[in-house]
């Protein structure tokens, strides 16, 4: 393939920042951004329907990387492929995990849900490593090396699957929250479960399938994940930390702000890398977002009234 | 009412008194078995080990190093004619683990001799917490320079001082006749005790020859995405380009510069590309790693030093794989058990003030050679190669006289995808 530009002998020193990198670094935050939509809607949709605060979604979101792993690597089955097996095997595996602990979690949801899901994340976090070491891997397909000459630099295809799954699965997430009978359900839920309940709406059933569908949405966001990144089953701290502030950024609960928090973390982080300098990339970004909350306390699209139950 | 006032009382008293009895007979024991070299029973050898977070890459080989030594002296009849058993506590890979792991090795386990964690954060939290009583520390991976700043005098490091590293890159690199030599230079590194050193030397020494520095980044270790970094990189356009990095940034930094076709005529990383399949297996082959540098602390597979024969036969007998998979962290832990050894058997004791003095005023040989430690705890003796990955075989090709091939330079293009 015939490149834009690339090779050595350097032309570029500290001086000036070049204007295409600044456009790839504004692209990639949006591809990127996207991806952590998806792995952090699942987080906000479980706190919005069940006041829990999913410690382990930074874990099952490598648990469904190395799922993606064993099926490309033992199975020879393609990555995206894979899907089709990895999003059900979580989806019962957080609908298993919300039977087996959230259910029993009466009071101080908030507060103990933290607890129960980071001893939930160390088991898996203990399980993976006694499975795969602790050696660091990185899932192969013939599109994640493979590039397009794009603005001046080379997209990796990866990238731009990426954003077409997350907004695939974002939609359907939509319509599912928006547009049907359970997303009815789901959306009473999160506004009263004790109304939801009196109505006659089966809050447990939406609990457990909203639990399910959180999870599930982490074993497409881990399958890319794992594509653009190395990873370990420690890798999960720093994934968790970031969604967690997505999150908060975005607004507890909001779908809409988890997208948007999403791709202005990243945008604002891979411009200030480029433009000023990586040390300063977080300071901007948290410095930003302190700002925004003092603002509004709630984040970006968090709702008014808090849950009172 | 007045008589169960007195029984309260008599009763606090017992507790008072049973309270001193157990904290007398606590120090005594700890003044036991602490330091009693003619007490019967193993020789207990107390360590934390990265099992879980940021250093659980690491944790393993290095607990395999510890374990690899104690199984063959256990052999070989024990040590000072005890068997040894080795007491490891995971620490999580934070300083805070590793603090809270050293206090309960040695007050509550007892231990008879402590060894280093992973890292130089770590190792200096170690070593404080074993100063205050009274215990040596030799260790493998605490090798920055701010390790030897803490004024301490009981670590004692067995590998090469960080800041040494990339000497000896930095040094062929200016062996080369003036017309192939780089003009410019970019570096990048994660913000890390070990790795900045590392770069610091180069540097210095490649500017003062002439080379250009055109990008300088630090980056936080916490991060996990370091796509715009290697943006930066390559928008540089450097000739040449030094990476502190461990072994995932070392990856996503290859991924990307192979990504946007960017060909810099040499790469070096810290670390990363001595970690094997580790290295290889992500990026997709060997072949991507072609031409790709690495300093070396002073092991490989084919190298004459102490016992290396011996190692690697018990290595692949008791792990499986070849000598190409053993990790440099295997190595430095089995090496931290040769001085260890070497001390204790010249001694013929495991007091630890003795044990202190001996460090301190001895030679050792060691898997990375020779050791002599500085009265800070550096190795003063041990001296860096340059591998070098070419042809699928991770190589030495620097200095010379260790060189099996001659360096590949300028780098090859990347293999097409």
């Known amino acids: ?309 | 009412m007045v008589r169960s006032t007195v029984a309260i009382s008599k009763l606090f008293s017992a507790c008072i008194v049973i309270v001193l009895m157990l904290t007398i007979l606590e120090a005594c024991s700890s003044s036991s078995t602490t330091n009693n070299s003619t007490q019967a029973g193993p020789i207990v050898i107390g360590a934390s080990i990265a099992n879980s977070g940021d250093f659980s890459a690491d944790g393993k080989p290095t607990e395999q190093g510890y374990q690899l030594w104690a199984d063959t002296i256990n052999k070989q009849g024990g040590l000072l004619g005890r068997q040894v058993r080795l007491d490891l506590v995971n620490d999580n890979s934070t300083p805070e683990g590793v603090t809270t792991a050293y206090q309960k090795l040695i007050n509550v386990d007892h231990v008879n001799l402590v060894v280093g964690p992973f890292a130089d954060l770590t190792a200096v939290a170690a070593a404080k917490v074993a100063a205050r009583s009274g215990y040596a520390l030799v260790e493998g991976s605490g090798t920055a320079v701010a390790v030897f700043q803490q004024g301490l005098d009981n670590i004692f490091s067995v590998s090469l001082s960080a800041k040494n590293y990339m000497v000896s890159f930095a040094e062929y690199i200016l062996s080369l006749p003036a017309g192939q030599r780089p003009k410019t230079a970019a570096y990048a590194t994660q913000d890390d005790p070990f790795l900045i050193p590392q770069l610091d030397g180069a540097r210095a020494l490649l500017e003062h020859g002439g080379i250009k520095t055109v990008a300088y980044l630090k980056y936080p270790a916490e991060t996990s995405d370091y796509t715009p970094y290697a943006q930066r990189v390559i928008a540089s356009g450097a000739d040449l380009v030094l990476l502190g990095t461990f072994t995932p940034d070392s990856i996503a930094y290859v991924k990307a510069f192979k990504q946007q076709h960017y060909n810099p005529k040499a790469i070096i990383a810290a670390s990363g590309p001595d970690q094997g399949s580790q290295f290889t297996g992500p990026l997709g082959g060997t072949k991507v790693a072609e031409g790709i540098f690495v300093p070396n602390g002073g092991w490989f597979a084919g190298i004459s030093t102490y016992q290396n024969d011996q190692f690697q036969r018990d290595y692949i007998a008791k792990f499986g794989g070849t000598a190409a998979d053993i990790s440099s962290d295997t190595v430095q832990a089995y090496s931290v058990m040769q001085v260890l050894t070497q001390a204790v058997n010249k001694i013929h004791s495991i007091d630890n003030a003795k044990l202190k003095q001996e460090l301190h005023s001895d030679a050792f040989d060691t898997l990375q050679g020779p050791v002599k430690f500085a009265p800070d705890g550096e190795n003063t003796t041990a001296v860096a190669f340059l591998f070098q990955w070419q042809n699928g075989n991770l190589i030495p090709v620097y200095p010379q006289n260790h060189a099996q091939a001659n360096p590949e330079y300028p780098k090859a293009q990347w293999p097409s995808s």
């Open chain 1, 1 to 309: 393939m015939v490149g834009p530009r690339r090779q050595t002998s350097g032309s570029h020193g500290q001086e000036g920042v070049p204007v295409t990198l600044i456009i790839e670094a504004v692209i990639l935050g949006i591809l990127t951004g996207s991806v952590y939509a998806l792995m952090s809607s699942g987080l906000t949709l479980i706190f919005g329907v069940m006041d829990i605060i999913n410690i382990a979604q930074g874990i099952l979101v490598i648990l469904g990387a190395y799922l993606s792993y064993t099926l490309e690597k033992y199975l020879h089955i393609d990555i995206m492929l894979g899907l089709l097996v990895t999003i059900p095997t979580l989806f019962l595996l957080g609908m298993g995990i919300e039977w087996a602990f959230m259910r029993r979690i009466r009071r101080d949801r908030v507060m103990i849900s933290i607890l129960v899901t980071f001893a939930v994340a160390l088991v898996i976090e203990g399980l993976l490593n006694f499975i795969f070491t602790a050696n660091y891997v990185q899932l192969q397909a013939p599109y994640v090396d493979a590039t397009i000459p794009v603005f001046g630099f080379y997209l990796p295809y990866i990238y731009v699957f990426a954003f077409i799954l997350s907004v695939v699965l974002l939609t359907l997430l939509y319509f599912l929250v928006y547009r049907t009978k359970f997303g009815f359900g789901l959306r009473a839920s999160m506004q009263d479960r004790t109304a939801a309940a009196l109505i006659g709406i089966d809050v447990e059933r939406v609990q457990t399938i909203t639990f399910g569908i959180g999870v599930a949405l982490a074993a497409a966001g881990g399958m890319v994940f794992g594509a653009t990144s190395p990873f370990n089953a420690a890798t999960s701290y720093d994934l968790i930390s970031r969604l967690l502030v997505i999150i908060v950024l975005g607004g507890m609960g909001s779908l809409r702000g988890a997208l948007f928090a999403s791709i202005g973390m990243l945008i604002i982080s891979d411009v200030t890398d480029v433009v000023w300098s990586p040390v300063w990339a977080s300071t901007v970004f948290f410095a930003l977002l302190i700002v925004l909350l003092l603002f509004r306390p709630r984040g970006l699209y968090g709702r008014l009234e808090g849950r009172k139950q």
